[in-house]
């Protein structure tokens, strides 16, 4: 294949690295891209953010295949990560400091295995406060970070599966497979709620979307060396 050839249409998997958006991605392989072909457009998009603090699999659809970002949207997702129980920052992450501590004694097993299985199936969710949700047509975030009341609705999300590993409480290792628009930092901090404690997602990686896997995706560095090394 052509650079010419991939630039007109083809989807690729990224390993999005920690700290980076998922429009730093897009625009640092975007940019890679026009100055390969000298050119000063070229679409390339991304099917579903990333938190800064998340890794994983980052589905970029570039040319004609932007045309299918919104139904790739669509599938579900797996995410793997970390909850560690007894702390809750505003962020419902570590995007901001710790703000609370809650009693982690009265956790059992059996109490934690009651909890995981009350999120199976559809379930409400209302987004965290520091989300990009609009609000009279503000970002959340922003009025979050200003000090402002953030109210938002909820709604409707399916996890299909949701495991978890309590061997290194207070840390709780998880797997997740969730619908559309689910927000894990939100079910870090539900989860917590349920628990009669509280909870901060510390670790998130996905891991698959629809039928694409992260073990089929390479790093930034990789497709920037492809895109040097194609031939035009």
Known sequence: ?????????????????????????????????????????????????LDPLATGLLILCIGKHTKTIEEMIGADKTYTGTF?????????DLESEYNEEFPIDHITKELVEEVRLSFLGEIDQVPPIFSAKQVDGKRAYDLARAGKEVVLKSNKIKISDFSVDTSRFPEVDFKITCSKGTYIRSIANDFGKALKSGA?????????????????????????????DTPL
């Open 84 to 92: 560690l129980l007894g702390k809750t920052t505003p962020s419902y």
């Open 1 to 49: 294949m052509s650079i010419q050839t991939f630039a007109q249409g083809s989807t690729i998997l990224v390993d999005k690295p920690l700290n980076w958006t998922s429009f730093d991605v897009v625009n640092k392989l975007r940019w890679n891209l026009k100055q390969k072909l000298g050119v000063k457009k070229i679409k390339v998009g991304h099917a579903g953010t």
């Open 200 to 228: 901060t997602l510390i670790a998130l990686r996905r891991t698959a979307s629809g039928d694409k896997s992260i073990q089929d995706a390479k790093s930034v560095e990789d497709w920037i060396a492809f895109i040097q």
